[in-house]
T-cell receptor
Framework: GDSVTQMEGPVTLSEEAFLTINCTYT??????LFWYVQYPGEGLQLLLK?????DKGSNKGFEATYRKETTSFHLEKGSVQVSDSAVYFC??????????FGAGTRLFVKA | NAGVTQTPKFRVLKTGQSMTLLCAQD?????MYWYRQDPGMGLRLIHY???????AKGEVPDGYNVSRLKKQNFLLGLESAAPSQTSVYFC?????????FGPGTRLTVL
């Protein structure tokens, strides 16, 4: 079945460091790909998405490119801030109404 | 717009007690979902609904029941709570391919 695999955390970085969180997927058909973010004590919220191969999703300085050839959707940010500390979930949707989430990667950013 | 709201925010139950979690949305979305989130386990889908009057089982439905009598509300029931149901419960709606989450209910079963 469809699945999402993302790097285990926690990831600990200093402020202004470069961030990469790896995500790969397995899916039949042509999924849409997502990154959701969960801040402490809150529900998940959409960070960015891409709906077809080679699309780049971007938001709040975060970027991810839909790579069909490597079945990947890695999340990157050039300079992280303390306020980026959160749990990040990679996800995919195929067939319309079910979202498959990865296990989540916790990011800690130190001042 | 309130978006997705969940009631209550916190609850402590004793084993064997029952309760209902309420999810309400004002976005007119057809699809609604109940997830549980446990440390190190990510999100697991309990039940979902693709429209008013419909419900379906997700990945971990045992011990839970749901109802969707009105489009805007999706109720999650625990008939006889067990300590294994201690978790944070999230409701979500979906429009097109994007999900919108409520703030969560933290449930402890003693």
């Amino acid at each position: 079945g469809d699945s999402v695999t993302q790097m285990e955390g926690p990831v600990t970085l200093s402020e202004e460091a470069f961030l990469t969180i790896n995500c790969t997927y397995t899916a039949t058909g042509y999924p849409s790909l997502f990154w959701y973010v969960q801040y402490p004590g809150e529900g998940l919220q959409l960070l960015l998405k891409a709906t077809k191969a080679d699309d780049k999703g971007s938001n709040k300085g975060f970027e991810a490119t839909y790579r069909k050839e490597t079945t990947s959707f890695h999340l990157e940010k050039g300079s992280v801030q303390v306020s980026d500390s959160a749990v990040y979930f990679c996800a995919l949707v195929t067939g319309g109404f079910k979202t498959i989430f990865g296990a989540g990667t916790r990011l800690f950013v130190k001042a | 717009n309130a978006g997705v709201t969940q009631t209550p925010k916190f609850r402590v139950l004793k084993t064997g007690q029952s309760m209902t979690l309420l999810c309400a949305q004002d976005m007119n979305h057809e699809y609604m979902y109940w997830y549980r989130q446990d440390p190190g386990m990510g999100l697991r889908l309990i039940h979902y609904s693709v429209g008013e009057g419909t419900t379906a089982k997700g990945e971990v439905p045992d011990g839970y029941n749901v109802s969707r009598l009105k489009k805007q509300n999706f109720l999650l029931g625990l008939e006889s709570a067990a300590p294994s149901q201690t978790s944070v419960y999230f409701c979500a709606t979906q429009n097109s391919d994007t999900q919108y989450f409520g703030p969560g209910t933290r449930l402890t079963v003693l």
